[in-house]
């Protein structure tokens, strides 16, 4: 049980592991003291990030006090991206870190299963299919085991109103985990850790998405709005905040003041007429031993100094002491005592006024490498605090003694070796391959915690009057930034080396010779090594000598690569050989404001592409979208892109360019092209090929513009199987016949989609020249139109060509070839 305990504190603060350290306000202490007597628990369960209604979770968390979690099954790899160009695992990597800072708001905590994004699904079945029913089934059980839920509540219904596949994929996992939490013989290896759990009800929280509403005022529902006057706000105010970190998908809220109704309805269990909880003694007296503990904490409710909360220290250590009696033969008091000795102890931090922290020197180092460890504390209270010992991962103790003085900072700085054969940093669940369907983790009691534990940990031994309380504290970084101010960020362990490709794919056109850049990075001085390479398929000159001296420095190594043949696939795999070590890894970084610093760690390699494809019309104008890669792609082909600004749009010559191409939803966030409509299209008529990839028609993404020369609208219609049969309806139409000839063959290989967003309600001078449909549906054919205006033409396209030609699928690349160099009209 001793593996359990650590991973049910793992689980308890999955939700709070970020670098910067928070200080409390008294009033934030008076609503951690109520919810210190509250012992009752809530999980929420829904397929993605920003599936979870945070003004129900801000509800339960601050106003109701009771402990409330949200199970995301998936981190959203397989979503869209506002923000930047990530997608797949980075883009998850990106969406965990929103919903960890929507924690932070809104006060619930965050679990994720193994259960992979792998793309919009149509039914339960497809997705079940992917992400293997009974393992994700088994993450389920294994979160509501060791959260002990007295309550779940799904987003959404196991009958479909949900739409999206994954949605009723997880509600139908939450109803047969309710049940099967329960049954010791269900995933029986889990009780070696953890008993069996029944929660009381579980409860569909109805929902009024768009035109769809489900819900009744037959149905449970209370008011979730209220005003909080120790937060200052309502829920519904907090709720956006917390919504509104979802910044990747565009989820910026709108804050909402008064009265807010959920509702909600019963799947199985006991029923309730008021309140989700009207049935649960969240009380200290359904926990035994706790009736005393109860008492003790109001009196320091009633007694609390909101200018001196200092004054309560004794009652509260006190507190921590009844808390640590309770019994251990009971599985109740076992449980919630872990939880409440971190939340108590807590409280007696915030309530001494006790800061402190401890930074690196830098912010990585190497297995085997130094570190400079300062810490800093300061008491800013008259009590009597006391520094006795520092411990160092576990394993180097430094005695102190130090009594801390009112508001005098005290600092102190630790040399520390790392272990040579410690673990480098990288999230656990990308520490392995993994398919379409569900990530492989390593250590299985990991399953359902958020984010990795800290690389290093330094436990303090805090002495406060006569206790003497442990106090964890992850290394940081910190800096100043001359703009930002004063910025943390996670402490990293990574290899001695890491080799990095400058582009996703490399594509070599008709056997011609092309050049990759290498980006060796050291991590530690004075690194020297030989850099060596394997494609096969493909010749390779380069230089293998890697010497750097400075930590930090890089060299870039230059590699000609020859195709052997006109079409060939194959991987690129790059190591560095040093002191009878190897150095395989590359590192791929995702920095934004709302969240911290994160990256991941994987195998140094990257796809080589020999294409047989012919080009004309080479010079083209790129209109930058919500963000892809395309027109990176589309240089390494020979064509020449140049990105055109508002201003080169309103006053360059476009007549220069033999087409021109927009990004990925542009005539969504680019309220310009309204304006250049009409010279877009005087572009087109004389002669000019416009190419619009798709944009989405919704609430996050509405189109203000005018696209195409003639009216059509863009639908939410999707095929979402990459295999589906592609019919081509017009086969002696240029885009399949110049300059490539375009067969069914080109459809081969695409990866999680063919596409999404179709035109629909089209004007009669478009041509749809592609019919594609999902399994047992009627066929689409709005994915490729194109339409003669003029000299020239005009083509919208729902095909995802951002997702294809990054991953190199050849077909992909000619048939994008002859949109860009569709003849000139008669």
């Known amino acids: 049980m001793k593996k359990l305990t650590g991973f049910i504190l793992l689980l308890i603060y999955s939700s709070i ?49 009771v402990r409330t979690g949200y199970l995301s099954l998936t981190r959203g790899d397989g979503g869209q991206n506002l923000i930047g160009k990530e997608q797949g695992e980075m883009l998850g990597l990106i969406r965990t870190q929103e919903l ?16 992979y994004d792998f793309g919009y699904s149509k039914t339960p079945e497809e997705t079940f299919s992917f992400w293997n029913h009974d ?69 569909w929280n109805t929902f009024n998405f768009g035109t769809t509403n489900t819900t009744a005022e037959s149905q449970l529902h ?3 709005g209220v005003y909080n006057n120790l937060l200052g706000k309502s829920y519904g105010e907090l709720a956006a905040e ?36 009207e049935n649960i003694n969240v009380s200290w007296h359904r926990v035994k031993g706790g009736s005393e503990i109860y008492t003790l ?60 922290e401890n930074t690196a020197n830098d912010y990585m180092a190497v297995p085997g490498g130094d570190i400079i460890i300062k810490t800093e504390a300061v008491s800013r209270s008259p009590v009597n605090i006391q520094v006795n010992k520092i411990s160092y991962t576990n394993r180097v103790d430094t005695i102190v003694v130090k009594r801390l003085d009112w508001n005098k900072s005290f600092s102190l700085t630790h040399k520390l070796t790392l272990d040579s054969g410690c673990l480098y940093s990288n999230p656990y669940w990308l520490d392995r391959e ?69 582009e996703k794919v490399y594509v070599y056109p008709n056997k011609q010779s092309g050049f990759i850049d290498v980006v060796v990075k ?119 892109v140049t990105e055109l600004s508002d201003n080169m749009i309103e006053h360059d010559d476009l007549s220069q360019y033999n087409a021109i191409l927009t990004g990925i939803r542009a005539y969504n966030i680019n309220e310009r092209l309204q304006v250049y409509h009409p010279k877009l299209m005087e572009y087109i008529k004389q002669g000019g090929n416009l190419v619009v990839q798709y944009n989405t028609n919704n609430r996050i993404g509405p189109v203000k513009a005018v696209i195409g020369p003639y009216p059509f609208t863009i639908s939410r219609d999707r095929v979402t199987d990459e295999n589906a049969v592609v019919n081509i309806l017009q086969p002696n139409h240029p885009v399949f016949n110049t300059p490539n000839k375009i067969s069914n063959k080109d459809f081969d290989d695409w990866i999680q989609e063919r596409g999404i967003y179709f035109a629909t309600e089209m004007d009669s001078y478009y041509q749809p020249l592609l019919s594609i449909a999902d399994t047992n549906e009627s066929p689409h054919q709005g994915s490729l139109i194109v339409s003669p205006y003029g000299k020239g033409n005009f083509v919208y396209t729902g095909l995802v060509f951002f997702r294809e030609l990054p991953a190199g699928i050849p077909g992909a690349y000619r048939l994008f070839s002859n949109l860009l160099n569709i003849p000139k009209n008669k």
Request: proline fraction near 4%; hydrophobic fraction near 40%.
């Open 100 to 115: 960890l800072a929507a924690r932070r708001v809104d006060g619930a905590e965050q679990y994720f299963s193994r259960a």
């Open 297 to 356: 904490i109001n009196q320091c409710i009633n007694s609390f100094n909101l200018e001196k909360p200092y004054e309560s220290l004794p009652a509260l250590l006190n507190i921590r002491n009844k808390i640590n009696d309770l019994p251990f033969d009971d599985d109740m008091a076992v449980h919630w005592k872990k939880i409440k000795i971190k939340e108590i102890e807590s409280i007696i931090i915030d309530c001494s006024g006790l800061w402190i």
């Open 222 to 224: 209370f008011d979730v």
């Open 522 to 640: 050291a991590n530690k001085q004075n690194f020297e090594g030989e850099l060596i390479l394997d494609a096969p398929g493909f010749d390779l000159k380069y230089d293998k000598q890697i010497k750097i001296e400075k930590k930090g420095d890089e060299q870039v190594v230059k590699i000609k690569v020859t195709p052997q043949s006109t079409e060939s696939s194959t991987m690129l795999r790059a190591l560095i050989k040093a002191d009878d070590r190897t150095f395989d890894k590359s590192i791929n970084r995702v920095d934004y404001d709302h969240i911290p610093s994160q990256f991941v760690l994987s195998n140094a390699e990257v796809k080589l592409i020999g294409l047989n494809i012919n080009i004309k019309g080479n010079n083209i104008g790129y209109i930058n979208g919500a963000g892809d890669e395309v027109s990176a792609c589309l240089r390494q082909v020979g064509y020449k």
């Open 135 to 203: 393992s994700i089934l088994s993450d389920v059980v294994w979160v509501i085991r060791n959260f002990k839920p007295d309550i779940i509540v799904c987003r959404f219904p196991t009958t479909g109103e949900g739409g999206h596949g994954h949605h009723t994929a997880s509600a139908i996992l939450a109803f047969e985990a309710f049940s099967a939490a329960a049954n010791p013989m269900m995933f029986s290896w889990q009780t070696k850790y953890v008993p069996a759990w029944q929660a009381k009800s579980i409860f």
């Open 434 to 502: 993994h398919g379409n369907g569900r990530f492989e983790v390593a250590d299985k009691l990991m399953i359902g915690q958020a984010e990795n534990n800290p690389a290093i940990n330094v436990v303090y031994y805090i002495q406060i009057g006569s206790e003497e309380l442990e106090i964890t504290r992850p290394l940081v970084y910190k800096f100043t930034d001359p703009v930002k101010g004063e910025i943390y960020r996670p402490f990293e362990i990574l290899p001695p080396v890491t080799i990095n490709f400058t």
């Open 242 to 277: 917390s919504r509104s970190m979802h910044k990747s998908q565009g989820f910026g809220s709108a804050k909402q003041r008064g009265e807010i109704m959920e509702y909600f309805k019963r799947i199985q269990g006991d029923s309730c007429k008021q309140h989700l909880l």
């Open 17 to 65: 592991n970020f670098a910067q350290p928070i200080s409390r306000s008294s009033a934030e202490i008076m609503l951690s003291l109520q919810k210190l007597n509250t012992v009752g628990s809530v999980l929420y369960i829904a397929a993605h990030p920003d599936d979870e209604n945070t003004r129900l979770l801000s509800y339960l968390s601050k106003e109701a006090k």
